[in-house]
């Protein structure tokens, strides 16, 4: 571990707390006056969670990136509102990616862990499924019709659901229900989300997330296919 990052031990419930009371009081004077709030139940927990996540992560693929500041892998708590119309300048949640280092990050699939004021959620996909990449996707499915097969295996004993909004009419009509399933959409990934829970409040939580990944890694394949492997 990075000096100045304590181990893991658990996120506390100060940190649903302090998003809460953040969602009715979002303006910079409460935030400042909570500050030390935040870096203390939000930030730290968060850091320890993301190092430690990381290098089990990083055995179930060893090209994911090695995060060495976990600061620069926490998606920032201020809002980028200049072209939202809702100016709220913080976040009620932070979330953390583990992808591997390449110019097209948004078409590579990543894994992701989101925490909000009432939830939490982890899995894996896209930032953008581009019509390119659906057609490699029916490439996929259709001429290693095993790697889909898997993932769909795999999904299916495993806590996740498979995500994305589906266009309403076929695209291509020779595609069976289970092909357009993961083959048109207009976004994909599958998703696991959670109330506050016992093990969110413990060490456990690293093995609870990486166990769940370890179960979807054939449809982590399925998605790193049409990236070349």
């Known amino acids: 571990m990075p000096a100045g990052v304590a181990p893991f031990t ?22 400042e006056q909570h500050r030390m709030e935040y870096l203390s139940a939000v930030r730290e927990p968060m850091r320890s969670f993301t190092m430690e996540l990381n290098i089990r992560m990083r055995e179930m693929d060893p090209e994911l990136e090695e995060i060495v500041n976990p600061d620069k892998a926490i998606a920032r708590i201020n809002r980028d509102v200049r072209f939202s119309k809702d100016k709220s300048p913080y976040r009620t949640n932070l979330w953390i990616t583990f992808k591997r280092s390449t110019p097209d990050w948004q078409t590579d699939p990543a894994f992701y862990f989101d925490i909000g004021f009432d939830r939490y959620s982890y899995g894996v996909g896209y930032y953008i499924f581009t019509p390119e990449m659906r057609a490699l996707m029916k490439s996929v499915v259709r001429s290693e019709r095993g790697v889909l097969d898997n993932a769909v295996n795999a999904l299916s004993k495993s806590v996740f659901t498979l995500g994305g909004d ?17 083959c048109e959409r207009k976004s994909l990934y599958i998703y696991s989300e959670h109330e506050p829970d016992d093990v969110l409040f413990t060490r456990g939580l690293i093995d609870r997330v990486t166990n769940d990944f370890l179960t979807i890694k054939p449809v982590y394949q399925l998605f790193r296919s049409i990236k070349g492997g």
């Not at 658990?10 to 979002?26: C, I, P, T, V």
């Not at 589906?166 to 993961?182: G, H, N």
Request: hydrophobic share 35%; aromatic share 24%.
């Open 10 to 31: 658990g996120f506390s419930r100060e940190m649903f707390r302090f998003f809460h009371d953040l969602g009715m009081n979002n303006y910079k004077e409460w935030f």
């Open 166 to 182: 589906r266009y309403k009419r076929p695209i291509d009509k020779s595609l069976s229900e289970l092909e357009r399933e993961w």
